[in-house]
Structures are given as C-alpha cells and as structure tokens.
C-alpha cells in the first residue's frame, strides 16, 4: 500500500496518497525539464558566493554551496523563483493534475466529507483558488519526492525530514 500524508493548508485538511513509481518517474522527469534552468541559476549564485570555482559532480556543487554559505531555504527561493519564470515553456496543468491525484480534502468552503481534488474535479474544486492550488501542489511534491529532496538536504546541512504537521 502506498504511504499517505496529512496536511492542513488554509484551513482545509488535505490527505496526500503516494503515486505509483511508474507515474512518479514521469512527473519527476517533467518537473526536472522545467527546472534545468533553474538549477543552472542555483549553481551560478552558489558558485559565485563560494569564490568561484568548478564543480564536476552533483556532490562538489552541494559541498560548495554549503562552503559557501548559501542556506537553503535562500537556495530555494532562487530555484522556485526561476522554476515560475519557466512555467510558461511547460505543460504545468498536466503536471498539476498528475500532483493532485490521490489527493482528497476535508474541510474548508463547507466541506463536511472527504472528497477527491484530481481528475475529473480539479478544474471544479480549484476554480478560484490557483495559489492555494499551488500550496496543495508543493504538499504533494514533498509527499511523492521527499527522498530525493532529503539526500539535497543532507548534503547542503539542512536537517532530513523538516516539515509541518506530517502524519502517516
């Protein structure tokens, strides 16, 4: 069975059903086309606080930014802000509805039951509400990525597994 998470956002609660491998590795790859940049711009910046320099490995560019003092949630904030200047250049509704599968909420706009958010009822249940749409889709990022994200982590010294109100 696969691992579920709960999570309140804006007063709704919101449980996140792990995706099947086959469907992560797809969306993962999707996610990682549109963020090339991104971490090219991310490696620049680190690099450039660090004295400059080269890297050859994933593992050198991470032991660099964390020398050079780059914290990671600055690091973010660089990859996510050049991740939404390349979203034009993506197909970020299939990416969306894919993140939203598994997804149910209760709660919220009179919601007394749980109900689905992807699917047929993203386009119903979303209307209005796309920057909590992308709260719920960074939920479901951390959810269905989370070791890839923990292993970035732990390289650059943040602490693995740092979240808000997980439960299984």
Not at 32 to 61: D, F, N, P, Q, Y
Request: glycine share 10%.
């Amino acid at each position: 069975m696969r691992n579920a998470e709960t999570r309140h956002i804006d007063g709704v609660k919101y449980t996140c059903r792990q995706m099947p491998a086959t469907k992560g590795v797809r969306v993962f790859k999707q996610l990682v086309s549109i963020s090339g940049t991104t971490l090219a711009r991310a490696i620049a910046a680190g690099l450039s606080k660090a004295g400059g320099g080269t890297v050859t490995s994933l593992t050198e560019l991470l032991v660099a930014l964390k020398k050079s003092g780059v914290q990671w949630p600055e690091l973010l904030e660089t990859v996510s802000n050049t991740l939404l200047a390349n979203l034009e250049h993506a197909n970020v509704e299939r990416i969306l509805m894919d993140l939203m599968d598994g997804m149910e909420a209760k709660g919220g706009d009179g919601l007394s039951s749980t109900r689905p958010v992807g699917g047929e009822f993203f386009d119903e249940y979303f209307s209005g509400k796309l920057l909590h749409m992308l709260k719920v889709a960074r939920f479901s990022i951390e959810v269905n990525f989370r070791d890839f994200f923990d292993a970035l982590g732990s390289l650059t010294g943040e602490p693995e597994g740092q979240d808000e109100a997980r439960s299984a």
